[in-house]
């Protein structure tokens, strides 16, 4: 017998504003220790840099209230505190680059990117009223995402920088599309897929336990490990060839529940590394130095040796459990120490508790989105929530795999910690799409989501919500959110 | 879609826990590895933006670290450094680390297990680590001695006091400025190294522990000791001595300095062939013996041992093995391929000295933190036995005689009885003989031995024996130790 209950939602707003002012704190505190840390005074700037932040956060947060108040209360602190930890390490790597005679302003430009990063996610948040609109777009989004990922190889576009073919010069600008299409492929993959799920997973033959696809059907996962292959080759890119496919395969499993599909994705991967292993230069030297990176011989090669895997695990090495403190270590000594390599900067200075608490934080971002995706109700935002909250995950373990030598290192960058615009703005959009769907995935049912603006819900009092009923089978589960919910649109099955 | 939602977070929390593993496997597992990674210069960096323990001479700082303006935080400088040269050897950004500087590296840096608490101490209250000050065994009024009666000749001093075997003196020639090599401008720096390299009589090597060289008459020593230690002879035992000695087994000879004859040409004792050093009796008395006693005894005296360290590793002192009768006459002289370091020299004497016992040699007297607090101290231990008290003071009346009437009276002093024993090594047909000198005083309760190797004779070349050359410097060694 069912018992009927009025069904309370927390929907976290001012949880949210608590944490945010941690975050802030730590993202400050960060800031000025590196400053007593690097030169023995808190850096001039500090209070104007703090103001900044706030503001940015905060808006940030009155944009939720307005326009997504059931949105995840966690998602938006953790990136907070992620961006300003970053922001700290940047100014800090400026500061050791000042001391040697360079002038440096990475810390600057990052918080401008900072700022138009989290007004472009804020744009997103308000003009994107309901995340199923992007449904709509699937092969737009396909084409531009393909677009994109090969304009770094359009004459007079495209550069070269350090090696890999995947920045184009705009303007005055640097920028990685891929970072981009890694947004507009997750749409295109969710709209796809959430269409041709069923064929996907129920026709073909079972051999030895695995439900195989139709031959017919491969069509798609070829394509993607064709252009993620191309990627490899041509652009010199192993970490966004192997992001783009890993986000394809989650979400190919996640369609179709197949675990077939994530054998023949692993396999295939394994098979065109395996290739551009042993016939392409500098993927075989990218291998020689994960296998080989303390051997002499490899460690003095140039270009291509392992000196700056290696110089980034010393950095690791000498933050030891506790790290150096702000501003005391030598991250500079590290290649790329504000990019590529930040992990290592944080690892030295943070030591290994350090490390591990932004890991966690990550993770924590990463578990928060995929919650998302199983509250949400549609099945275009669960794998388009799903999705996007893997490609962070994802991201973050090429990163941190390369410079920890488990992987073999790619050119990825550390999703909101490292230098770079557009890595910022890219996942800065990711985490409004998050928050936008999570908003869906929270809101009790009753409230409404298009038309008129919702009505602001007081924090303070609890909505009131029309009772539960006994939970039916298949729905979504969850404490926070509506057991049932009446809709004309895709059910979760 | 929700089984292979929560699947993907497990996933994903798998991911995280391998990163985890990662992380904590470099930067617990491998830390240690990894910073004391030569490669690595952040160690360096590390090292020298902390102030590093001074190494402390009779308490003067010979090797003292000063915060310097640049990106290392502190300079390293030596006080009077080519006199010490062969002891502190020297720390450089740019090239690396030699001698004292190397092997007690964790000491001055702080770091040595022993300074955990000290650490812990420090991690508590704050306080910036510092390194520990390394007080050294040498007397400078003897280190100043040798050095001077060295002169510009190539060699080396050795003196040690023979009841403890701590070092009193260790000198090489030629020697070199540390403090050249540890400037921060790495050009300098670099190219001072460069030129050492390149210069002529290797500074670089400290070739009181390093270089081996062929100890000549001086290893007679051990061929009496062993001849004493059989019980078959005394110092009055009479032994043949003839002029030219023909070696078993092919036609070569062995004949004594300047052709002359020992004695009566016929047969000595034992004593006065050690006086005068007499080649022929003791090439006959090691044939007598035979390889294996001679290696036996060399071995108890320290050669053959690769692990003597005083902190810095030195060279291994070699008697050969499986020598045939001709090799055993020339090694019982202390040629053929007889090898030993000045400082092995120096420990024969210091044996003898001391009623037969060795003392293992060493070069730190007092660890001291910061704030002076003793972490360890030496504690004399004996290396090995090498002969009987009675046959240590028959050898030592012996080398009495050689310094009163024999080959060794420049090392007389007067009002004190020294005992010792010349050496002059040849080399090869063109070069002059090294000329040596191991000696010890007073021969009563003696308080320093010495060994002395000018190389190739030094100033004197082909005119050069141990007795001229080698045995005036070994008493102006003596007597600085006695005077002071």
């Known amino acids: 017998m069912a018992t009927v209950q009025p069904h309370r939602v927390r929907v976290g707003r001012s949880v949210e504003l608590g944490l945010l002012a941690l975050a802030l704190a730590i993202g400050v505190a960060a800031y000025a220790l590196v400053g007593i840390g690097a030169t023995g005074a808190v850096p001039t700037n500090v209070l104007g840099y703090g103001v900044g932040m706030t503001v940015i956060a905060f808006a940030m947060h009155i944009v939720l209230r307005l326009r997504a108040p059931f949105a995840d209360p966690v998602i938006l602190p953790v990136v907070v505190a992620l961006n300003g930890i970053g922001l700290a390490m940047i100014y800090r790597i400026d500061l050791a680059r000042s001391a040697r005679g360079i002038t440096s302003t990475f810390a600057t430009k990052q918080l401008g990117w900072t700022a138009i990063s989290v007004v472009l996610a804020a744009v997103v948040l308000i003009t994107l009223r309901d995340h199923r609109t992007l449904r709509r777009y699937t092969y737009t989004a396909m084409v531009a995402g393909l677009v994109l990922m090969v304009l770094p190889l359009v004459k007079g576009l495209g550069a070269d920088i350090n090696g890999a073919q995947i920045w184009i010069h705009v303007g005055g600008f640097s920028l990685q599309p891929a970072e981009l299409a890694k947004i507009l492929l997750a749409i295109f993959f969710a709209g796809y897929l959430v269409t041709n799920r069923d064929t996907l997973a129920l026709a073909g033959p079972r051999v030895l336990g695995l439900q195989l696809p139709r031959i017919r059907d491969l069509g798609p996962i070829v394509v993607a490990w064709a252009v993620s292959v191309a990627v490899l080759v041509l652009e010199s890119d192993l970490g966004t060839s192997l992001l783009f496919f890993g986000l394809f395969v989650a979400m190919l499993y996640l369609a179709t529940e197949r675990t077939s599909w994530v054998v023949i994705g692993l396999g295939l991967f394994a098979v065109g590394a395996a290739v551009a292993a042993t016939t392409i230069g500098h993927v075989g030297a990218r291998f020689t130095v994960w296998l080989h990176a303390l051997d002499p011989a490899v460690f003095d090669r140039a270009p291509g040796g392992s000196g700056q895997l290696v110089r980034g695990l010393y950095g690791l090495a000498s933050g030891g459990l506790f790290g150096t403190g702000w501003g005391q270590g030598r991250p500079d000594l590290v290649p790329f120490a504000e990019s590529d390599f930040i992990v290592a900067s944080l690892g030295e200075e943070l030591g290994l508790t350090g490390l591990i608490a932004i890991l966690l934080c990550y993770l924590v971002l990463a578990e928060r989105g995929l919650r998302t995706a199983i509250g949400v109700r549609d099945g275009f935002g669960k794998l388009l929530a799903g999705g996007l909250a893997f490609a962070v995950a994802l991201q973050c373990f090429v990163v941190v795999g390369g410079i920890t030598r488990i992987i073999p290192l790619t050119g990825l960058t550390t999703p909101f910690l490292a230098y770079g615009g557009s890595s910022l703005l890219a996942n800065w959009i990711i985490v409004a799409l998050l928050l936008r769907i999570s908003d869906d995935a929270r809101r009790p049912a009753g409230v409404a989501m298009a038309g008129p603006p919702p009505r602001p819900p007081a924090t303070t009092a609890p909505i009131p919500i029309r009772t539960s009923v006994a939970t039916v089978g298949g729905a979504a589960e969850g404490d926070d959110q509506p057991t049932e919910r009446i809709s004309s649109g895709d059910v979760d099955v | ?484």
Not at chain 2, 257 to 286: K, M, P, V
Not at chain 2, 378 to 389: H, Y
């Open chain 2, 1 to 484: 879609m929700n089984t292979p939602l929560r699947r993907l977070a497990t996933v994903v929390v798998v991911m995280f826990v391998v990163l985890l593993g990662g992380v904590t496997w470099v930067q617990f597992g491998q830390a240690s590895a990894l910073n004391n990674d030569p490669r690595n210069v952040r160690t360096l960096y590390r090292e020298f933006g902390k102030p590093r323990g001074p190494i402390v001479v009779a308490g003067q700082a010979i090797a003292s670290s000063t915060a310097s303006a640049d990106a290392f935080g502190y300079q390293r400088s030596y006080a009077n450094g080519p006199l010490y040269s062969s002891v502190t050897g020297f720390y450089s950004v740019v090239n690396g680390t030699l001698g004292l500087e190397a092997a007690e590296n964790d000491v001055l840096t702080g770091t040595v297990d022993s300074l955990f608490l000290q650490r812990l101490q420090d991690l508590i209250t704050g306080k910036q680590p510092q390194g520990s000050a390394v007080e050294l065994t040498i007397n400078p009024a003897a280190q100043q001695a040798a050095w001077d009666a060295l002169g510009d000749q190539r060699g080396a001093v050795v003196a040690i006091d023979p009841s403890t075997g701590a070092i009193l003196a260790l000198v090489s020639k030629p020697g070199y400025d540390p403090t050249t090599l540890a400037s921060h401008d790495t050009a300098a720096a670099g190219a001072a190294y460069q030129a050492l390299l390149a210069a002529d009589g290797n500074p670089l090597l400290t070739k009181a522990t390093k270089e081996t060289y062929a100890p000549g008459s001086t290893f007679k020593l051990i061929t009496a000791a062993a001849a004493l230690e059989s019980g078959s002879y005394t110092p009055d035992t009479s032994i043949p001595s003839p002029t030219v000695l023909p070696l078993p087994q092919t036609s070569a000879t062995i004949t004594n300095f300047g052709g002359e004859s020992c004695g009566n040409g016929t047969d000595t004792t034992l004593a006065d062939a050690l006086r005068i050093s007499c080649n022929t009796a003791f090439a006959q008395l090691g044939l007598t013996l035979g390889a294996d006693a001679l290696a036996a005894q060399a071995a108890k005296f320290g050669f053959d041992d690769g692990g003597l360290t005083i902190p810095m590793t030195v060279a291994k002192s070699i008697f050969p093995k499986g020598l045939n009768a001709p090799k055993t006459a020339q090694s019982a002289i202390g040629q053929f391929s007889v090898v030993a370091t000045p400082l092995q020299m120096a420990m024969v004497s210091a044996a003898i000295a001391n009623g037969g016992k060795l003392m293992t040699p060493y070069l730190v007297q007092t660890v001291r933190t910061a704030n002076l607090d003793v972490v360890s101290q030496a504690r004399p231990s004996v290396l090995s036995t090498a002969v009987s008290p009675t046959t240590a003071a028959a050898l030592r009346d012996m080398m009495v005689g050689v310094v009163d009437n024999g080959t060794g009276t420049a090392a007389k002093i007067s009002g004190v009885q020294v005992a010792g024993k010349t050496g002059t090594a040849q080399t090869t047909d063109q070069t002059p003989p090294h000329a040596w000198f191991t000696a010890f005083a007073p021969a009563a309760a003696p308080k320093v031995a010495v060994a002395v190797i000018v190389e190739h004779g030094g100033n004197l070349g082909n005119e050069a024996t141990g007795g001229r050359v080698a045995a005036p410097i070994a008493k102006a060694v003596i007597e600085a130790v006695l005077g002071g």
